[in-house]
């Protein structure tokens, strides 16, 4: 069978996931009057709601008899490990631009990793039909971006199709009129550029996992593309691991990929991508050989994780009474569920409590799992976000990362100022008029709890790239902590208008009337940099005296509404933020009053120690 085996990479929202569902239309790979739904590939509701794919995606097209592997892989930069685990399997790329937009932080990381592994890339205009689009500046600043990345002379005269994915349309010209119905020109020059697999058909199998997929019956698959001989279902093989050490086992189950389907096969060929189910330990880098000759494939990198965060069972005075899936051991099997198939996603329990440190590579990263986990019935608590430290050389080092912000020219000093005083340094800085584009390396610590507020500061306005760079040494101030106080409840109940009149008074409130709050929640935000203990939950006394007008009626304002990533953002260490189905609330990690004063005032006193003895 001819095949191509191709990855989809580019910067996130360009169109990745809606230009896979113009090729499996066109391809004809669905029957004419079935239902075809909007970035079929992001099966996760998540992927829909939030428009981003979160793990990569396999399938498969047919098209003038050659079979095309096409897989869909994240664009955001917390998912980026699995796009450079991609490039093993594959032969060949479409880099997707944003006609309007150009290259951007994420075409680099992708585009650099498809050279670094010598993958053929075929250069893919996206949404040439959008309002004051430049598809030919699009390609400069490609082919710009080819020449700083040292690519070879022979990559520079790359290949260029202009496509709308939405529309479903591609041209071979830059001019929008000149695109017709369908992906044919696409399709003819992935057949025509992309080289056919390097597998040798005739020697003793061998197979390297790049992904890994889940399934309650059969437990972990590896996914991977066959590199020598064929496979059949029952065959016995040896899992060759990146320790060196060798497992036997037997082929349960045999995975090809085509269109929404995994189809169970009996047989996979050389050159072909496959799952494998059958060992229930297989990691990313084991390479499945046959018996006869043991040779495993160099291992390839899997992200560090660089972020973490505490995971509890709910402790609050409201556990149980939202969600069904509430003791620590069935989060704890959810946890290492979830490892099975996010190898970037690592946690340990914590000795002698019902906690776990979860790490992984970002806020979103970890965010799309509380998440995940909410809508399937947990309850939990979790802690603010906090960077890995490393020692390295004896030196104490944190992660930093690049990031690139453009906002229109007014918010420019705001957005600078702040960035200063998080540890930020300016490296670059552009104005083409309207847009000020800032280029900054700035410790992680920094961006947490910066990212919410940014939309905030830039009015919706501003658009935030950044991905992670490199360790290097602790910057040696505070950083990601709240300097705002926080407005406390001290009685547990439902919050009354009467009570909010009062306590709206002191700052801004998260919570309603009707809303069911207890001591220790935190309600609303304080003006000055001190918590507050009010009550939230007071009525009206009673009295037998008639008033000689009408009672006025309450308005309240309106409360600021707070997001799962906006709770972990806000939070600081020694806050919590409970997790339910159905509520999302921030509290204290000391819940209640009294003894949370006393801890305050021994914390404060420490410090004045501290300082004093300095």
């Given at each position: 069978?001819?095949?191509r085996?191709?990855?989809i990479i580019?910067h996130?929202?360009?169109?990745?996931t809606t230009?896979?569902?113009?090729l499996l239309?066109s391809?004809?790979t669905?029957?004419a009057?079935e239902?075809i739904?909007?970035?079929m590939l992001?099966?996760?509701?998540l992927?829909?709601?939030?428009?981003?794919?979160?793990?990569?995606k396999?399938t498969s097209?047919h098209y003038?008899g050659?079979k095309i592997?096409?897989?869909d892989?994240?664009?955001?930069?917390?998912f980026?490990?699995e796009?450079e685990?991609?490039?093993?399997?594959?032969?060949g790329?479409l880099l997707?631009v944003?006609?309007?937009?150009g290259t951007?932080?994420q075409?680099?990381?992708?585009l650099k990793?498809?050279?670094?592994?010598h993958?053929?890339p075929?250069?893919?205009?996206?949404?040439?039909?959008r309002p004051?689009a430049n598809?030919k500046?699009?390609?400069?600043?490609v082919?710009?971006?080819?020449i700083?990345l040292?690519?070879?002379?022979d990559l520079l005269?790359?290949p260029?199709c202009?496509v709308?994915?939405?529309?479903?349309?591609?041209?071979?010209?830059?001019?929008p009129a000149?695109q017709?119905p369908g992906?044919?020109c696409l399709f003819?020059l992935?057949?025509?550029?992309?080289p056919?697999?390097?597998?040798d058909?005739?020697g003793?199998?061998?197979?390297?996992s790049?992904?890994l997929?889940?399934n309650?019956?059969v437990g972990r698959i590896?996914?991977?593309?066959?590199?020598r001989?064929?496979?059949?279902?029952?065959?016995?093989?040896?899992?060759?691991k990146p320790d060196g050490e060798?497992?036997?086992?037997k082929v349960?189950k045999?995975?090809?990929?085509y269109?929404?389907?995994r189809?169970e096969?009996?047989?996979?060929?050389?050159?072909?991508i496959?799952?494998?189910?059958?060992?229930?330990?297989?990691g990313?880098?084991?390479?499945?050989?046959?018996p006869?000759?043991?040779?495993?494939?160099p291992?390839l990198r899997?992200?560090?994780?660089?972020?973490?965060?505490?995971?509890?069972t709910?402790s609050?005075?409201?556990?149980g009474q939202?969600g069904?899936?509430?003791?620590?051991?069935v989060?704890e099997?959810?946890l290492?569920e979830?490892t099975q198939?996010d190898?970037?996603?690592?946690f340990?329990?914590?000795?002698?409590?019902?906690?776990?440190?979860?790490?992984g590579r970002g806020?979103?990263?970890?965010g799309?799992?509380?998440?995940?986990?909410?809508?399937?019935g947990?309850?939990l608590e979790v802690?603010?976000?906090?960077?890995?430290?490393k020692?390295?050389?004896?030196v104490k080092?944190e992660?930093?990362?690049?990031?690139?912000i453009?906002v229109p020219?007014e918010?420019?000093?705001d957005?600078?100022t702040t960035l200063?005083?998080?540890g930020s340094?300016?490296?670059?800085?552009d104005?083409?008029?309207?847009?000020t584009r800032l280029v900054?390396v700035?410790?992680?610590r920094?961006?947490i709890?910066?990212?919410?507020?940014?939309l905030t500061?830039?009015?919706g306005y501003?658009?935030?790239?950044?991905?992670?760079k490199?360790?290097r040494?602790m910057?040696?101030?505070?950083?990601?902590e709240r300097?705002i106080g926080?407005?406390?409840?001290t009685?547990?109940?439902?919050?009354?208008?009467?009570a909010?009149q009062k306590?709206?008074?002191h700052?801004?409130?998260?919570i309603?009337?009707?809303?069911v709050?207890?001591?220790?929640?935190?309600?609303?935000?304080?003006?000055y940099?001190?918590d507050?203990?009010v009550?939230?939950t007071?009525s009206k006394?009673?009295?037998?005296?008639?008033?000689?007008t009408?009672?006025?009626m309450i308005v309240l304002?309106?409360?600021r509404k707070?997001?799962?990533e906006?709770?972990?953002?806000?939070?600081?260490?020694?806050e919590?933020?409970?997790?339910t189905?159905?509520?999302?609330r921030m509290?204290k990690r000391?819940?209640?009053?009294?003894?949370?004063?006393?801890?305050?005032?021994?914390?404060?006193?420490?410090?004045?120690?501290?300082?004093?003895?300095?």
């Open positions: 069978m001819d095949i085996n191709i990855a580019a996130v929202d360009h169109g990745k230009l896979v569902n113009s239309t391809s004809g669905f029957r009057n239902a739904q909007d970035r992001d099966s996760n509701p992927e829909h709601e939030r428009g981003i794919t979160i793990l990569a396999t097209i003038k050659t592997n096409i897989v892989t994240p664009g955001h930069a917390d980026g490990g796009v685990r991609i490039m093993h399997m594959v032969d790329c997707l944003d006609a309007y937009e951007m932080p075409t680099r990381f992708v990793n498809a050279l670094e592994n993958i053929k075929i250069v893919v205009i996206n949404k040439v039909d004051n598809p500046k699009a390609v400069d600043e082919l710009d971006l080819f700083e040292g690519a070879p002379d005269d790359f260029v202009y709308s994915a939405l529309n479903g349309t591609s041209s071979m010209s830059a001019d000149s017709k992906m044919d003819d992935i057949i025509k550029n992309i056919t697999p390097k597998a058909p005739n003793p199998f061998q197979w390297q790049a992904l997929d889940y309650d019956f590896g996914i991977g593309t066959v590199r001989g064929k496979i059949k279902v029952g065959d016995s093989m040896v899992d060759v060798n497992e036997n086992f349960m045999l995975y090809t990929f269109g929404m389907e189809d096969v009996n047989e996979v060929e050389a050159g072909d496959c799952g494998i189910a059958g060992l229930s330990d297989i990313v880098s084991d390479t499945v050989c046959d006869s000759k043991l040779e495993a494939l291992p899997v992200d560090e994780p660089t972020l973490q965060m505490e995971f509890g709910n609050s005075p409201l556990r939202d069904k899936k509430v003791t620590a051991r989060i099997e959810r290492f979830e198939r190898v970037s996603l690592k340990r329990r914590v000795p002698n409590a019902e906690t776990w440190i979860v790490s806020e979103l990263h970890l799309v799992l509380i998440e995940t986990m909410r809508r399937e947990y309850e802690s603010k976000p906090q960077v890995i430290i020692t390295i050389d004896g080092c992660p930093y990362e690049d990031l690139q453009d020219n918010f420019v000093g957005i600078m200063g005083n998080r340094q300016l490296i670059n800085m104005d083409n008029g309207t847009n900054y700035i410790p992680s920094g961006l709890g910066f990212v919410s507020n940014f500061m830039t009015k501003g658009i935030i790239n950044h991905e992670y490199e360790y040494p910057y040696s101030h505070d950083l990601g300097n926080v407005l406390v409840s009685d547990k109940g439902s919050a009354t208008s009467y909010l306590v709206e008074e700052g801004t409130m998260f309603v009337p009707g809303d709050c207890y001591e220790g929640m935190i309600v609303g935000e304080h003006r940099p001190v507050l203990a009550n939230c007071m006394p009673m009295t037998n005296v008639r008033s000689s009408r009672e006025l304002k309106a409360p707070m997001t799962l906006a709770c972990l953002d806000y939070v600081n260490l020694d919590l933020v409970e997790i189905p159905h509520s999302i509290r000391i819940l209640d009053t009294s003894e949370r004063k006393k801890y305050d005032a021994h914390k404060k006193a420490a410090a004045e120690a501290m300082e004093n003895a300095d």
